[in-house]
């Protein structure tokens, strides 16, 4: 009788193993920074989209909300397992899954969004990035790796030629766009120019004297994939439902904002604590270059860009080496 009670309990322990190991995250943390182009995660968390959906595929999970200034020290956190969900520029993810191909393969889960970003200064004698000295410094989320600071460095080997990429990096400061924001207009700090994003780019217009110095639709020849998210491969393996519900909440999120604008509109400034009008942030919702899709968007060509200057040593097959499955139907580029 004793082996039997021994092959018993032999049998539930595997049995317990194997359940344990199936098992998905209780709990996951998701990332974002400021602006409207993270609204649709703003939308997720606050009508808790991804619980809903999780809750569909027979899962009870907490999401965690962070926020952070840039994409640099998100990546760290999403290696580190203190995050999930990362979300940010194209530069950030093209950095990271190239570090990490054939290890945790960090990947992709989708678009956001493609708008427009400007680089505005307060010095009236910067009129192109040529004129930029010494002097004057931009402020930019992350130095070398944000999507503002490689595509500075696309618009600084454009103006002054092949291997001069780096010309205006030693004049980049760090900084979150609510803090390079409030150090721009205010006149009296050294930082006189923000590689920005909606809707700090347009608030900073209205005051006199801000004018734009680049656009990045111009630099990259037309609209481009602003904001993405992305995870590990490893993440998404071992939590197949929470992935899904993920995606399903992220396009229902995007659904939520392009069937009434004037309401998401609203949902920002309520969830933001933005002082700006309702107005004025649906007029750059209107805007025909901002658009919120899950579809990615001219992401090869700051690939293309990151590998000719050594800022990433793999080249991908296309754009879906990027990506998870679930966008490879998408009409991507």
Known sequence: MPWLLMRAALALTMMLTAMAAGAELGEIKVAQQYGISYLPLMIMEDQKLIEKH???????????????????VMNDALLSNSLQFASGGVGPLVTL????????????????????????????????????????????????VSIQAVTLQMAAEKAYGEGQQNRLDPLTVSMSHPDAQTALLSGASEIDAHFSSPPFQYQQLEKPGIHTVLNSYDVLGGPATFNLVWTT????????????????????????????????????????????????????????????????????????????????KVKPDSWKDLFFPNVHTLPGS
Do not use: C, H
């Not at 595929?57 to 962070?66: F, H, N, P, R, S």
């Not at 933001?272 to 901002?290: C, E, G, H, Q, Y």
């Open 97 to 144: 899954w190239a570090r990490t191909k054939g290890n945790l393969d960090v990947k992709a889960v989708s678009a956001m969004n493609s708008m427009p970003l400007y680089l505005n200064t307060r010095n009236p004698n910067v009129k192109s990035i040529r004129d930029f000295t010494d002097k004057d410094r931009i402020a930019l989320p992350a130095v070398k």
């Open 54 to 72: 999780a809750k569909t595929a027979g899962l009870d999970i907490t999401v965690g909300w962070a926020k952070f200034a840039g994409g640099n």
């Open 233 to 312: 491969s490893k993440f998404r393996a071992e939590n197949p439902k929470i992935y899904d519900a993920f995606v399903k909440a992220l396009d229902e999120a995007t659904a939520i904002i392009n069937r009434d604008k004037k309401a998401a509109a609203e949902t920002y400034l309520r969830l933001s604590r933005d002082k700006d009008t309702v107005s004025a942030i649906l007029a750059m919702l209107n805007d025909p270059a901002i658009v919120y899709t899950t579809t990615p968007q001219n992401v090869t060509k700051y690939v293309d860009f990151m590998l000719k200057i050594g800022s990433i």
